[in-house]
């Protein structure tokens, strides 16, 4: 597929490497392409660099995976993203990652990205977990558990399938208003990694018999 | 221990039963101790049953497993809690499981919970799985987690051992106010449970590497 991943941070950078590897073409979306993290990342991943507008505009699929501050103006940038699958990769962390904070009325970031990008078809997904089990989900038992939700069953499909191509097992938990689920449980990896100390090498795997 | 076990529904039942055979001495707190299902559930457990005030006046930890809109009552009838340790094992879902609503500004039942039994060492726990797990949490990859938090550190570390005598492996989350993740992961069980209709034998792991 033709995937813009706007961001470069670790999240972004992990999933783009990913999906290049994976046989995806890939252009990361950046306000600034020349710079040299972005020429590094494009280098080792065999992925372009673009503006962000012009990333969006070529793509299939749109990864959002830039901090929740920023999101807003990613998509004004990106313009009209009418029919694509956007990927909502978010969290609205506040500063001191002791909670969440959509700065709106929304339910979910999931559900903000949906009212600001009016027509994209949105999935929130690659939010609940660190971008060093995105880089590797494998664990001693089985691959980790990605979760994701959304309103358009063929936008989730493709999805589920990107989750795929990244090692993970993809679990679909429903439509995009199960997304405060989605991010509640991406608070709790961040607490348990870090406050609770267990370290970022954690992941969640639903298990069934 | 000596432990109350209010409400002798599903997952009360459960909990119950199983303490009970690990050795601990269970007095289910129920409104009619005298009902043919409760005689049935004490012929069947070994536990004996009281009025909710007998059976929490004579405990040192308090299992509050009844729905969450009788959950002030079992309060009130339980009477003074202080020092006891009280584990909320509720969540207040919405009758028909689509969301969570606590009736009350409260962050999570939890908190409320807390503010409603002043002095007790509230613990949020058994609240995330369902209550088959709770009757048998292994599964072929291992132990279901049992996620938990509370504020008293001897009385969570008094409700991981519980959990670890029904099999779980118990996973401190941290304070009381991590309460709000935890009921979200119970919604998150339910909802994959039934509107996704995995089922009901699935949990979840938390995988280390």
């Known amino acids: 597929m033709k995937i813009a991943v706007i961001g470069t941070g670790s999240v972004g ?3 783009g490497r990913g999906w290049a590897r994976a046989g995806h073409e890939v252009v990361f979306g950046t306000r600034d ?20 507008a012009e990333a969006a505009a ?15 103006d990613a998509l004004r940038q990106a313009g009209g993203l009418q ?11 506040k500063p001191d990652l002791s909670g969440l904070d959509i700065g709106s009325s929304a339910a979910s970031a999931a559900e ?6 009016p027509g994209a078809r949105v999935v929130k997904i ?3 977990t660190g971008f060093n089990n995105m880089a590797d989900p494998r664990y001693p038992e089985g691959p980790a558990a990605m979760l994701y939700c959304g309103d358009d069953a063929a936008a989730k499909e493709a999805a589920g399938r990107l989750a795929v191509d990244l090692g993970f097992e993809p679990i679909d938990a429903g439509p995009l208003a199960e997304a405060p689920l989605l991010e509640a449980l991406a ?4 607490h348990l990694a ?5 370290g970022r090498e954690i992941a969640f795997r639903l298990m069934r018999r």
């Open 187 to 190: 608070l709790l990896w961040i």
């Open 58 to 72: 070529g793509a299939e699929v749109v990864a959002l995976a830039v901090p929740w501050g920023a999101v807003r």
């Open 13 to 15: 950078g992990t999933l």
């Open 126 to 128: 690659f939010n609940s």
């Open 112 to 117: 903000q990205v949906a009212a600001w990008a």
């Open 33 to 52: 392409p020349g710079q040299a993290d972005v020429a590094r990342l494009t280098a080792e991943s065999g992925a372009r660099a673009a503006a962000v």
């Open 83 to 93: 029919g694509k699958i956007v990927l909502d990769c978010t969290n609205p962390l």
């Open 194 to 198: 870090y406050r609770q100390q267990l």
